[in-house]
Every structure is written in structure tokens, then in C-alpha cells.
């Protein structure tokens, strides 16, 4: 009785020993089965990365090596094969000095397939860091040549049409200021026409006076045509019309020739000039063409020589004052306080005007091109952005505030002569 138990007993414990081992064996399979869908995963994001990486190296124009620590080609992109002519396989295992071109390559570079090529060279480090090799990235000279030609392009039509829209400004400034240049050239023009008119008639007194005389008159009839053509008189009063008609032609002159250098198309010149008279003249030419209500106060120190271009800083200080014109516009009484004054090798003038001053929103957007308050039609938005342009190109700044008595300030910072 007692074996028969002990047989059970162990049969029993052997079952289960059985069954532990069937256990851990499902357990192991559904680990392995886990593992291989873990491994498939990777093996498909492997698959992918490899694919992304090969894709992108084929679609590089620059050419790419790869190489180890003693300089022998790993891999190559396809950007260097179709360069040189050889295929990935024929380069890998070769040295990388092979790709270099000796002295007698460089002697025919152009003509024995010698390509020069800008170069960069960066280690490559393992996971903890060992140095594994280099990567070397290039591109040929001839794109990079290519490259800044199209840029220097590029950068040549900017310049031409940042002159174009220059000189456009400039002649939408002329076109407001037709009526007070016409006006401006009316006074010494009408003067001149006065005197050619009265010299016109002196000269037919004196040549009667002059063809009797020569005629042989009696000296009694001469002295009496000399009397009646009033020829003492004609000879005092000659002095002063000639003086007159010269003042009258210069001034003419001088008001054409201010025109002139302000029209012109500028060829970025550089010469030292008066600050305070380009100011006058281009305050004057607006307060010309303004309405009569509109007055401007001058407060400039003497002397302020500045180096630039007189004719693009008349141009700023124009788009100021036209620009006080338009802020005043309506009002009763329009005014234009300009006030200099110099300091540590710069000069600062300001404009304030009366007007409503420039809208909080608007402040900060003052200078951007195209950028207006005023009606379709009526302003380019481009003045203010030229001025800020011109300036900063003197080396000098331009902004834009409200007063706290009321009306807009510009301030124009201009460095003196000599000091910068």
C-alpha cells in the first residue's frame, strides 16, 4: 500500500514538473515572438532610414566622402561619381589622396579634367565618441562662381531700381513745387526782361545821338538832340540796369542749377557742403508752393558742414517739409519751427510742426515703404522710407515722435565734416 502511494506521489510531481516546463516554454515563444515583431520593426525603420539617407545623398548637388581615420574612401555620394566619372564601387577602398590633384594636374586644370573644387573637412566620432574618420563636403568653383555672378545680379537690378524709385520721388517732389519754383524764377526773369526792354530803348537814343554827331551836325543841333534824347541821363542809369540784368541772370542761374542738381539721377557722390543752405533753399521751394497761411520759423547755428550728397539731403529735408504741409493741412494757421544745433561732432535738426501728430498705431510703421495715411492717389508712401534710407546711408539717422505740447518731430542726425 505504502508503494503504491509513493508511486502516485511521484508520478504526480513529475506532471507538474511537466507541466512548469510546458509553461516556461510558451513563455519563451511569446518572448521570441515579441522579439521578432520588435525585430521586424526596427528592421523596417532601418529599412526606411537607409532609404531616407540614400535619397538625400543622391539628391545632393554638393559632393560628399566618406572616409576613415587612414583617408580611404567608405562611400560617396552620386553628386561625386557623375563628377569624376567613376562609380561607388570603383572608388571605395581607395585612398582619398587619389581624388587630389597633383602639381601637374593644377598646370592643366581645364584642359586635362583637373576640376577645382571648394572644400570642407569635418571628423566623424563613433556613439562614445572614438574618431572613426572624416567626412568631406565640396562643391566646384565654377557653381560657386556662377552663384556669386547671379547674386552680383541680383544685387545690381536691387541697386538700379532702388535708384529708380529714388529718382521717381524726386520728380514727384518737383511736381508739387512747379508753382513756387515758377513763381521763384517769375521775379529775377520779369526783372531781366524790364531792363533788356529799357536798354533796348537807350540804345536806338544813343545810336541817334551817336549817327548825327558822325553825320556832321552843327554842334548846336547836337548839343540840343543831346539834350532832348536825355543822353547824361541814359549814361548814369546804364550802370545800374547792367548791374541789375547780371543779378537778375545769375539769380536765374542759381535757382536752375539748384534744380538741376536735384533732378539729377545721383551717382552716390560724396563732397563736403553747407548743411544750413541746402536747408534754406529746400524750405524755401515748399513754403513757396505751400498756402500763404503755412509759415516756417528757422533756428539754425552757422556753420554745419556735412559730407554727402547735397542734392539727396535737400531731397529728406523736401519730403520733411512737404510732409508739415500735408500733417497742417485745414488748419487756420499752419506753422514749421526747424531748430538745429551741433554737438560732439554731430548735428541734430529738428522739425516740429503744428498739426494732430502721427497716430500711436502708426509710429512704429512711419518709415516702411508704401506706407500712408493719405487718400488713394495722393502719396506714394514712399517718401519717408527714401528719407530714412538717404540718411542712414550719410551715416546718420531720422525719427519720428509726438511733441508733448501737440504736433509730429522729426529729428535728423547727420555726422559733422571730419569727424566721421
Same mark, same amino acid.
Given at each position: 500500500?505504502?508503494?503504491?502511494?509513493?508511486?502516485?506521489? %511521484?508520478?504526480?510531481?513529475?506532471?507538474?514538473?511537466?507541466?512548469?516546463?510546458?509553461?516556461?516554454?510558451?513563455? *519563451?515563444?511569446?518572448?521570441?515572438?515579441?522579439? +521578432?515583431?520588435?525585430?521586424?520593426?526596427?528592421?523596417?525603420?532601418?529599412?526606411?532610414?537607409?532609404?531616407?539617407?540614400?535619397?538625400?545623398?543622391?539628391?545632393?548637388?554638393?559632393?560628399?566622402?566618406?572616409?576613415?581615420?587612414? #583617408? *580611404?574612401?567608405?562611400?560617396?555620394?552620386?553628386?561625386?561619381?557623375?563628377?569624376?566619372?567613376?562609380?561607388?564601387?570603383?572608388?571605395?577602398?581607395?585612398?582619398?589622396?587619389?581624388?587630389?590633384?597633383? +602639381?601637374?594636374?593644377?598646370?592643366?586644370?581645364?584642359?586635362?579634367?583637373?576640376?577645382?573644387?571648394?572644400?570642407?573637412?569635418?571628423?566623424?566620432?563613433?556613439?562614445?565618441?572614438?574618431?572613426?574618420?572624416?567626412?568631406?563636403?565640396?562643391?566646384?568653383?565654377?557653381?560657386?562662381?556662377?552663384?556669386?555672378?547671379?547674386?552680383?545680379?541680383?544685387?545690381?537690378?536691387?541697386?538700379?531700381?532702388?535708384?529708380?524709385?529714388?529718382?521717381?520721388?524726386?520728380?514727384?517732389?518737383? #511736381?508739387?513745387?512747379?508753382?513756387?519754383?515758377?513763381?521763384?524764377?517769375?521775379?529775377?526773369?520779369?526783372?531781366?526782361?524790364?531792363?533788356?526792354?529799357?536798354?533796348?530803348?537807350?540804345?536806338?537814343?544813343?545810336?541817334?545821338?551817336?549817327?548825327?554827331?558822325?553825320?556832321?551836325?552843327?554842334?548846336?543841333?547836337?548839343?540840343?538832340?543831346?539834350?532832348?534824347?536825355?543822353?547824361?541821363?541814359?549814361?548814369?542809369?546804364?550802370?545800374?540796369?547792367?548791374?541789375?540784368?547780371?543779378?537778375?541772370?545769375?539769380?536765374?542761374?542759381?535757382?536752375?542749377?539748384?534744380?538741376?542738381?536735384?533732378?539729377?539721377?545721383?551717382?552716390?557722390?560724396? +563732397?563736403?557742403?553747407?548743411?544750413?543752405?541746402?536747408?534754406?533753399?529746400?524750405?524755401?521751394?515748399?513754403?513757396?508752393?505751400?498756402?500763404?497761411?503755412?509759415?516756417?520759423?528757422?533756428?539754425?547755428? +552757422?556753420?554745419?558742414?556735412? *559730407?554727402?550728397?547735397?542734392?539727396?539731403?535737400?531731397?529728406?529735408?523736401?519730403?520733411?517739409?512737404?510732409?508739415?504741409?500735408?500733417?497742417?493741412?485745414?488748419?487756420?494757421?499752419?506753422?514749421?519751427?526747424?531748430?538745429?544745433?551741433?554737438?560732439?561732432?554731430?548735428?541734430?535738426?529738428?522739425?516740429?510742426?503744428? %498739426?494732430?501728430?502721427?497716430? !500711436?498705431?502708426?509710429? #512704429?510703421?512711419?518709415?516702411?515703404?508704401?506706407?500712408?495715411?493719405?487718400?488713394?492717389?495722393?502719396?506714394? %508712401?514712399?517718401?519717408?522710407?527714401?528719407?530714412? %534710407?538717404?540718411?542712414?546711408?550719410?551715416?546718420?539717422?531720422?525719427?519720428?515722435?509726438?511733441?508733448?505740447?501737440?504736433? !509730429?518731430?522729426?529729428?535728423?542726425?547727420?555726422?559733422?565734416?571730419?569727424?566721421?
Amino acid at each position: 500500500m505504502l508503494d503504491s502511494l509513493a508511486a502516485a506521489t %511521484g508520478a504526480a510531481a513529475e506532471d507538474r514538473v511537466w507541466l512548469d516546463v510546458i509553461h516556461k516554454m510558451d513563455e *519563451v515563444y511569446n518572448d521570441l515572438l515579441k522579439y +521578432e515583431v520588435a525585430l521586424e520593426e526596427k528592421n523596417a525603420a532601418l529599412e526606411d532610414s537607409q532609404q531616407f539617407i540614400s535619397s538625400v545623398l543622391t539628391s545632393m548637388s554638393d559632393i560628399l566622402i566618406v572616409c576613415s581615420r587612414a #583617408g *580611404v574612401i567608405e562611400s560617396v555620394n552620386q553628386a561625386l561619381s557623375a563628377l569624376i566619372g567613376k562609380s561607388e564601387d570603383e572608388l571605395r577602398g581607395r585612398p582619398i589622396f587619389d581624388l587630389l590633384a597633383d +602639381e601637374a594636374s593644377r598646370q592643366l586644370a581645364g584642359t586635362a579634367g583637373a576640376l577645382p573644387v571648394s572644400l570642407n573637412c569635418t571628423p566623424r566620432f563613433s556613439a562614445v565618441g572614438k574618431l572613426l574618420g572624416m567626412v568631406v563636403t565640396g562643391r566646384p568653383i565654377g557653381e560657386l562662381q556662377r552663384a556669386y555672378q547671379a547674386l552680383r545680379r541680383a544685387h545690381e537690378e536691387l541697386k538700379h531700381t532702388q535708384q529708380q524709385l529714388l529718382h521717381a520721388e524726386k520728380m514727384a517732389s518737383l #511736381g508739387r513745387l512747379v508753382a513756387g519754383v515758377a513763381h521763384e524764377l517769375n521775379n529775377p526773369i520779369s526783372f531781366v526782361l524790364g531792363n533788356a526792354v529799357a536798354l533796348r530803348k537807350y540804345a536806338k537814343r544813343i545810336g541817334a545821338y551817336l549817327a548825327a554827331m558822325h553825320g556832321g551836325a552843327p554842334p548846336d543841333e547836337c548839343a540840343r538832340l543831346k539834350r532832348e534824347l536825355r543822353i547824361e541821363n541814359i549814361l548814369a542809369d546804364l550802370p545800374s540796369l547792367i548791374d541789375g540784368t547780371v543779378e537778375g541772370a545769375e539769380r536765374t542761374r542759381d535757382i536752375v542749377d539748384g534744380l538741376k542738381r536735384f533732378s539729377a539721377v545721383d551717382r552716390d557722390e560724396r +563732397e563736403r557742403f553747407e548743411l544750413v543752405s541746402v536747408v534754406e533753399r529746400a524750405v524755401h521751394w515748399v513754403a513757396k508752393a505751400a498756402p500763404e497761411r503755412f509759415q516756417v520759423e528757422l533756428n539754425l547755428p +552757422e556753420p554745419l558742414a556735412v *559730407v554727402g550728397s547735397p542734392g539727396q539731403i535737400q531731397q529728406v529735408v523736401m519730403n520733411l517739409a512737404q510732409n508739415a504741409v500735408d500733417a497742417t493741412a485745414g488748419l487756420p494757421q499752419a506753422r514749421l519751427a526747424i531748430a538745429g544745433r551741433s554737438a560732439d561732432g554731430w548735428v541734430e535738426i529738428e522739425f516740429h510742426d503744428n %498739426g494732430p501728430g502721427i497716430a !500711436a498705431e502708426n509710429l #512704429g510703421r512711419i518709415f516702411d515703404p508704401f506706407f500712408t495715411t493719405k487718400p488713394v492717389g495722393k502719396g506714394t %508712401g514712399l517718401g519717408l522710407a527714401i528719407s530714412y %534710407g538717404i540718411v542712414e546711408r550719410h551715416g546718420g539717422k531720422l525719427a519720428a515722435y509726438n511733441h508733448a505740447e501737440g504736433g !509730429a518731430v522729426f529729428t535728423l542726425l547727420l555726422p559733422l565734416a571730419g569727424v566721421a
